[in-house]
Nanobody
Framework: VQLQASGGGLVQSGGSLRLSCAAS????????MGWFRQAPGKEREFVGY????????VHADSVKGRFAISRDNTKNTVYLQMNSLKTEDTAVYYC????????????????WGQGTLVTVSS
């Protein structure tokens, strides 16, 4: 599956952004779609995922209550709504696809988008 992430940019602390991840339609309905982020000098970090069929979501503790993942079946697109952004949220954000049920590790994802940079200024 091919993934295209977009929506990153520069935002002030406390602001909001919505990231999008457009996926090819061929095998989309079989996958869990995840979001990860990677800050400079750090390992790639799990942000959350959504199960495409059930719509169930899981979010990392670090973003719970501030970020929300959703999907639009008609557009084959997954979203990451980010509110109350903090400077520590600054990172390149990646969307990824997995054929696992509850994948939270980088190694459990098969396809990755190119990443989109989110910069949160103080």
């Amino acid at each position: 599956v091919q993934l295209q992430a977009s929506g990153g940019g520069l935002v002030q602390s406390g602001g909001s952004l919505r990231l999008s991840c457009a996926a090819s339609a061929r095998t989309f309905s079989w996958y869990t779609m995840g979001w990860f982020r990677q800050a400079p000098g750090k390992e790639r970090e799990f942000v959350g995922y959504i199960n495409w069929r059930s719509g169930n979501t899981v979010h990392a503790d670090s973003v719970k209550g501030r970020f929300a993942i959703s999907r639009d079946n008609t557009k084959n697109t997954v979203y990451l709504q980010m509110n109350s952004l903090k400077t520590e949220d600054t990172a390149v954000y990646y969307c990824a696809a997995s054929n696992k049920i509850a994948p939270m590790k980088v190694s459990q994802y098969d396809s990755w988008g190119q990443g989109t940079l989110v910069t949160v200024s103080s």
